[in-house]
């Protein structure tokens, strides 16, 4: 272990390795993002981008193109099952999934499921370190992770096909299809994952059992440019998946738990003389079945359906000086075992400002407050400013407040609920420092944050448990990310890689708080010589404490484990590669939390086309 | 019995390296060898966690010992949640309920003699009567009953309704069809013919239940009252005193001729002829930790209280005498939940 580690610090430190993955957003004029507002203000904080190419070469779930390619951190529970993250030493609920732009974490749990995310379907992913709330809404604490269709609107008709297969009977494919003029455009993909999921446990005559999963997901996205001021554009997914859960013990009774989730959103961009106004139209629904024995019909079952209306104007004063304002109206209604049923309404407005104040300084400001039948909520803000002292070096700083607001479950669970719950909230700061030397970028991110009235389910003294406004955390930590690409001749190298400190306190107990690392590192490493691309990742995950008075005896040991793969593409003008890919090369025995071993060295096999 | 001789110099030495060493936090990782004359203490672990364990704390207070099982068994797996323990001569009977399995250990050196698995489905409390052992699980809602000394399963008595505790009297068995504060029936059962005999409705709440010299005593707690039953084991008919200012009584155990019990963080005690409900608490605790009796227990006199600590961490057991004085505390595993006296 030590030895690998050394050599992981080796690899990315001395070897220079790198960050700011590609810092293409937006590169091509004809493409239309999804959400102008992370690209409009978003200016005074760390975003990083991962591109199709990233996303192919990971395992398609959202949990490991993550977990081996930015700061976060994941609770997973075994491979493929209920996986939850930590970002910047937060809680599972303070990061929020914002599909196309709108918050998608589930309304009964507050999280998102990061293994009922299959990241495919998508052309990008953004991850947005910090708060939030704003913009995004609820949950926005710990950073925000952006699922993009972006749309292109250009003569293309492309065809896209990608098929995984490997060990323990995994399969992922997806069939995507882009075509687009200059006045339409549509993309859509379907994709199938699904597995056995019966590895053994590393050194042990023992393995995964009742671990099996299939998820499918539909992505469609359509756009149409009525004019040269008006576009409408449409996005859908259908995610439909079952899992089983893995055992514990060998005789426990056997669960599996299927999830359904539709989100649709229809956009109605314009713009006249200095406005730019967005109308979101979203719909979104979550249900889950659970059957705590496979073996009997019984289930419990729940789900959410949301309506969201978001209105976006925005006015451009001058070149320097834009303000948008948005409202926005949100009904979540619920149903189900436990929670009946329950309709809950908010309301909101946010006021955003940027001020450019010459080429090389600008800064932003916006506050939102909302209204609902459910909480009070407190007025969130976010001021942050960023100065360019050359082309070698930007300074970023923000300051903001954030919240997360209490779930269907915290709010209504039949005999436990607390309707008298506060939002969770936050005040945080961060100070980034963009390096930037000829191929070689450095971002360098230090913060700090205190989140109080955090929700936690406790036992009272006659054994009901109830949610209460419990915890004051104090968090602060680094974040370093590193890229470095050189081409030469028909070589071509890249670097990528990421460092995280985290330390995040209970106030009471100034303790760590339980399954936050101190150290996360990844790295990955890749080379392209003609048709031939080769890639290597690790990943280190310090130890983590899993009690909360951090006793040594339960500690969960820290795990280093890398990933190797290489593919050749056999196309002359297109793509036909093929490819193999190790995971887990050098055997490492690890759980990612208690009694959650994952698989083994195992190999897939891949094969992409695009036509 | 005589096992316990065997391992008199054990318990000596045992007893003379606690008292030279720290007497709590700082286990030794040695057997003790004997683990009689004292309390066994239960401690579930985390859901979905195969870190349940057994602690001992010896009747003086004196030693000490946590992972008891581990201990001595090193390459058994207690499991996921340890829930209840019954005795039956030499053996003790470990109910681990997400393993769905029981795990047998001689109760004096806790040695594993084995484990049963067949048709336990989230099983809950045990008890043995006529060298069976009777399970309740809470997924079949079934009693399953195996032989105590072979541990082979015989066979199940659906009730089709919530099994909870389970007791034997007067050669019957009285099994509890309430669980998590809702439940008001108590089901009987005739061990010769494993069929139901009689079901008594008592009072919404049930949680508590006792055999003590042919009578079976059940506590039902809710939030309007608490209520005491009787149930004469040679009618299987109820009895039963009420309280409409204590409400909501929890943890019945009975020791010596009082009935204890709690009621938010007071501890209680009436005796077992008592006609109403004592509303004094012989004490109070201190809410410094929420549950803090997760686990409770009286013993000989004794008041052991185990707080759970909201499962992150150790959960901490206090020893208290009858007036409240804190004799003991130390830290056991995750969730203490069940004292059992080890004589």
Redesign the interface.
């Known amino acids: 272990m030590t030895i690998k580690l050394k050599v992981a610090f080796c690899f990315l430190l001395l070897c220079q390795i790198s960050l700011a993955q590609n810092d293409s957003i937006n590169k091509l004029k004809e493409v239309v993002v999804s959400d102008s507002n992370l690209k409009n203000f978003s200016n005074t904080q760390s975003i990083q981008r991962l591109n199709d190419s990233i996303i192919s070469k990971n395992q398609s779930s959202l949990t490991s193109l993550l977990n081996y390619n930015t700061v976060l951190y994941f609770k997973e ?1 075994g491979l493929g099952m209920t996986s939850a993250p930590s970002f910047r030493g937060t809680t599972s609920q303070q990061t929020v999934v914002v599909w196309n732009g709108i918050n998608v974490n589930s309304q009964l749990l507050g999280q998102a499921d990061f293994n009922t995310i299959s990241t495919r379907g998508f052309n990008s992913i953004d991850v947005k370190a910090g708060g939030g709330s704003v913009v995004y809404g609820s949950g926005a604490i710990g950073g925000t992770i952006h699922l993009n269709n972006d749309l292109k609107f250009a003569d293309t008709f492309k065809n896209d096909f990608q098929i995984y297969y490997g060990e323990f009977n995994t399969l992922s494919a997806v069939y995507g299809i882009t075509a687009g003029t200059k006045k339409w455009s549509f993309d859509a993909s379907f994709t199938r994952n699904s597995s056995d999921n019966d590895f053994r446990f590393v050194g042990q005559e023992v393995w995964n059992k009742n671990g099996q999963y299939y998820n499918n997901t539909l992505d469609a996205a359509v756009g149409y440019k009525i004019n040269d001021k008006n576009s409408i554009k449409f996005y859908s997914e259908i995610f439909d998946g079952e899992r089983h859960f893995s055992l ?2 060998p ?3 056997k669960t599996k738990y299927q999830d359904y989730n539709t989100r649709n959103l229809l956009t109605w961009s314009s713009s006249f003389s200095k406005f730019d106004s967005n109308l979101k139209l979203a719909y979104i629904s979550e249900h889950y079945n659970y059957y ?2 496979i073996n ?1 019909d019984g289930h419990t079952s729940g789900g959410v359906k949301s309506f969201i209306g978001k209105y976006d104007l925005d006015y451009t004063i001058s070149s320097k000086m834009k303000i948008s304002t948005i409202l926005d109206y949100t009904r979540n209604d619920g149903n189900g075992s436990g929670i009946g049923q329950s309709i809950r309404e908010i309301g909101g407005a946010s006021l955003l400002w940027k001020h450019t104040l010459t080429d090389k300084w600008n800064y932003e400001m916006s506050a939102r407050k909302e209204v609902s039948d459910a909480y009070k909520s407190p007025v969130l803000f976010s001021v942050g400013s960023r100065y360019d002292f050359s082309d070698f070096y930007k300074l970023k700083f923000n300051f903001s407040r954030n919240f997360r607001i209490p779930t269907f479950n915290d709010l209504y669970w039949e005999g436990s609920g607390n309707p008298d719950l506060k939002p969770e909230s936050s005040f945080q700061a961060e100070i980034g420092n963009e390096f930037k030397y000829k191929n070689l970028r450095l971002t360098i991110t230090a913060y700090g944050m205190k989140i109080k009235d955090m929700i ?1 389910w ?7 448990w109830i949610p209460e406004n419990t915890d004051r955390v104090t968090i602060y930590g680094a974040e370093a990310l590193l890229g470095w690409k050189k081409s030469f001749n028909k070589h071509t190298f890249d670097f990528n890689g990421t460092y995280a400190y985290t330390v995040s306190l209970n106030d009471k107990t100034d303790k760590q708080l ?1 399954y936050v690392p101190y150290h996360k590192l990844t790295g990955s490493a890749s080379y392209y010589y003609k048709k031939l691309s080769a890639y290597y990742q690790i990943m280190y995950t310090g130890e983590v404490f899993t ?3 951090n ?1 040594p005896k ?1 500690i969960l040991d820290a795990y280093n484990v890398s990933n190797i793969g290489v593919d050749y593409n056999f196309s002359k003008k297109n793509i036909f590669k093929l490819g193999v890919k190790a995971a887990n090369l050098w055997n490492e025995k690890y759980e990612a939390l ?2 959650r071993f994952m698989p083994a060295r195992n190999l897939t096999i891949y094969l992409n086309l695009n036509y | 019995m005589k096992l316990k001789n065997l391992y008199l110099g054990i318990i000596a030495s045992a007893f003379l390296f606690a008292s030279c060493s720290s007497d709590n936090d700082d286990n030794n990782d040695v057997p003790l060898g004997a683990y009689d004359n004292g309390v066994i203490i239960l401690n579930e672990g985390n859901f979905l966690s195969t870190n349940a364990s057994v602690s001992y704390l010896s009747n003086d207070l004196a030693t000490f010992q946590n992972d008891i099982f581990n201990v001595v068994n090193p390459t058994v797996v207690l499991g996921d949640v340890a829930q209840s323990l019954s005795f039956s001569n030499d053996k003790a009977f470990i109910v681990v309920n997400n393993s769905n399995e029981v795990e047998v250990v001689n109760r004096y050196t806790f040695k594993s003699l084995g484990t049963i698995t067949e048709k336990l489905e989230n099983p809950r409390y045990s008890v043995v009567l006529n060298d069976k052992l009777y399970v309740t699980n809470a997924i079949s809602k079934a009693v399953t009953v195996y032989d105590a000394k072979t541990y082979a399963y015989l066979n199940s008595i659906s009730l089709g309704k919530t099994a909870e505790k389970i007791v034997t009297a007067n050669g019957k068995l009285y099994v509890t069809n309430a669980a998590y504060g809702s439940g008001s029936e108590v089901t009987v059962i005739n061990p010769s013919t494993n069929a139901v005999t009689t079901t008594l409705t008592l009072e919404n709440g049930i949680n508590s239940i006792e055999a003590n010299n042919g009578t079976v005593y059940v506590l039902a707690g809710n939030s309007t009252k608490s209520k005491l039953f009787k149930i004469n084991t040679s009618t299987d008919t109820a009895t039963s005193i009420e309280s409409t200012t204590v409400k909501g009584a929890l943890n019945m155990d009975i020791d010596g001729d009082k009935i204890y019990y709690t009621q938010g963080l007071g501890v209680y005690a009436m005796n077992l002829s008592a006609t109403t409900f004592s509303d004094k608490a012989l004490f109070s605790v201190a809410d410094n930790s929420w549950s803090t009796f997760y686990g409770f227990g009286v013993i000989d006199g004794k008041i052991y209280s185990g707080a759970a600590n909201e499962f992150t961490a150790d959960g901490t057991v206090t020893v208290y005498s009858s007036t409240g004085t804190i004799l003991k505390t130390v830290t056991a595993g995750l969730g203490p939940n069940g004292f059992y006296s080890n004589n």
Not at chain 1, 458 to 464: A, D, K, T, V
């Open positions: 529970n514990t013990t005789n426990q009774t705590e024995d009997r936690r406790l036992p009272n003294s006659s054994g009901n339980f009690t909360s008075d006793n339960y208690p009694n």
